[in-house]
């Protein structure tokens, strides 16, 4: 049976922003990392940085390992709600994401490009 999660906007996400109050959006999920502010082992001052936008960059980046992945799930309080609108921010947040993970696509193109044109020009 599909389980019904409760849904957030990221509006309302970012308003827990605080040591004592402090929401965080990691991969579509909404995470309430209060309690767990001082346990942390990267401290409370990098969580507090990464509420109010979509934290998955920075918790990719920090190198999580499967431990913190599995731990994660005791905070998560529900779902991003995607059908909100989305902030000018969030949308750059997004591309930023996107294209950090696509990068190789256009470096293909063009190299394959520059390798069809140099052939062309020397069969000429
Ligand atoms: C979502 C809940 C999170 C959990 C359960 C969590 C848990 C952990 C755990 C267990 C570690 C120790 C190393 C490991 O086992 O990977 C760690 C390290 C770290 N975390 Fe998190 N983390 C969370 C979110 C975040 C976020 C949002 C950031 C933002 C940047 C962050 C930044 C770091 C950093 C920088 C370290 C490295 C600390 C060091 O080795 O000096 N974490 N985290």
């Known amino acids: ?3 019904i999660s409760k849904l957030y906007s990221m509006e309302e996400a970012s308003q827990h922003n605080t040591k004592e109050d402090c929401w965080v959006v990691i991969d579509g999920k909404v995470y309430d990392l209060s309690s ?3 346990e942390h082992p990267g401290g409370d001052d990098v969580i507090i940085a990464s509420t109010g936008k979509d934290a998955t960059d920075d918790f990719e980046d920090a190198g999580h390992s499967d431990d913190a992945r599995e731990l994660m799930n005791k905070f998560c309080i529900g779902e991003l709600d995607t059908s909100s609108p989305v902030s000018g921010e969030q949308l750059a947040d ?5 294209t950090k993970q696509y990068w190789a696509v256009p470096v293909a193109v063009v190299s394959i490009s520059v390798i069809v ?4 020009l020397r069969k000429k």
Do not use: H, I
């Open 117 to 120: 044109g140099f052939l062309y």
């Open 94 to 98: 997004k591309f930023k994401r996107l």
């Open 1 to 3: 049976m599909p389980t």
């Open 36 to 38: 767990y502010m001082d």
